[in-house]
């Protein structure tokens, strides 16, 4: 989906994100919740935005994910604990996708949906690299993410009063 489409769609991104965040270790409150969709909405403006959205066959939303090119004055690498290298954080607004959000509801995890979506996502961006930040408690997702190839690069705390999460990146063929 390009950024209209996943905006017509909020409600169903909404409904998995609510579901998925509201376990532990994430705890997001419905306030949570709101403060994550006044983003998304500014989130899908973004001209290199991607989203995807996966429904069971009663059309029930499952699973989304959801990203954008990070521009030349992106604040993603100003999150992290320790500084990186200079060459790691040069961006022009296409070398780096970030992926913001990949979730799927506890029914349907492990069967590969959280794969799809991700390479949904990421199928025909010219993109570089990937970077996303993983709450460190969430082993599933830590798991799947070192499986498809992503390594750690540092530690940060996405947003004010979030825990630490690991900041992972994947380097893409080309």
Not at 44 to 70: M, S
Not at 101 to 126: F, M, Q, S, Y
Request: aromatic share 10%; charged share 30%.
């Amino acid at each position: 989906m390009d950024g209209p489409a996943a905006a017509q769609a909020e409600d169903a991104f909404r409904i998995v994100y609510a579901k998925v965040f509201a376990e532990t270790p994430y705890c997001e409150t419905a306030d949570d919740v709101k403060a994550t969709f006044r983003r998304f909405r500014s989130q899908t403006r973004k001209h290199t935005f991607r989203g995807a959205l996966a429904r069971a066959e009663d059309g029930d939303p499952v699973g989304i994910a959801y990203g954008y090119a990070l521009g030349p004055s992106t604040g993603w690498w100003d999150q992290l604990t320790l500084p990186v290298p200079d060459e790691m954080r040069r961006e022009d607004g296409r070398r780096t996708f970030g992926l913001v959000e990949l979730a799927v509801r506890t029914p349907w995890r492990g069967g590969g949906i959280a794969r799809r979506l991700h390479d949904t996502v990421l199928d025909g961006n010219d993109a570089e690299r990937v970077v996303l930040n993983v709450h460190p408690e969430s082993r599933a997702a830590v798991g799947a993410y070192r499986s498809w190839g992503y390594r750690k690069v540092g530690e940060a705390r996405p947003w004010e009063g979030a825990d630490l999460h690991h900041v992972l990146l994947l380097s893409l063929p080309h």
